[in-house]
Nanobody
Framework: QVQLVESGGASVQAGGSLLLSCQASGDAISNYYVAWFRQAPGQEREGVVVIGRDGSERYADSVKGRFAISQDNAKNTVYLQMHSLKPEDTAMYYC?????????????????????WGQGTEVTVSS
């Protein structure tokens, strides 16, 4: 089974950029459907972006055009590049993975589908 470790979270000012990393170990990340979720204090966990095993992507409307997911199978790592950050992007960001196939519509909306999670990395955006 895969283990996931996120990194790259930081405190930045609005308009700034961050690159989050999700380092996988124990198995090839290319075998999995991967997602980034985020959770702000007092809020439910929210899907940010999912990537399928075929490389297809689906983004939450709130991050379209600002965030980009990428995957480097040689490094066994998935990245989340975030630009034009807003205070409402402040949250703990989690990487998640699962072997099962569902539509991207379902995968981005259903955190309970994912069996494997990292510990999270914190992003704070100040105005």
């Amino acid at each position: 089974q895969v283990q996931l470790v996120e990194s790259g979270g930081a405190s930045v000012q609005a308009g700034g950029s961050l690159l989050l990393s999700c380092q996988a170990s124990g198995d090839a990340i290319s075998n999995y459907y991967v997602a980034w979720f985020r959770q702000a204090p007092g809020q439910e966990r929210e899907g940010v972006v999912v990537i399928g095993r075929d490389g297809s992507e689906r983004y939450a409307d709130s991050v379209k055009g600002r965030f980009a997911i990428s995957q480097d199978n040689a490094k066994n790592t998935v990245y989340l590049q975030m630009h034009s950050l807003k205070p409402e992007d402040t949250a703990m960001y989690y990487c998640a993975a699962d072997l099962r196939s569902f539509s991207s519509y379902v995968r981005i909306r259903t955190p309970d589908l994912y069996n494997y999670w990292g510990q999270g990395t914190e992003v704070t955006v100040s105005s």
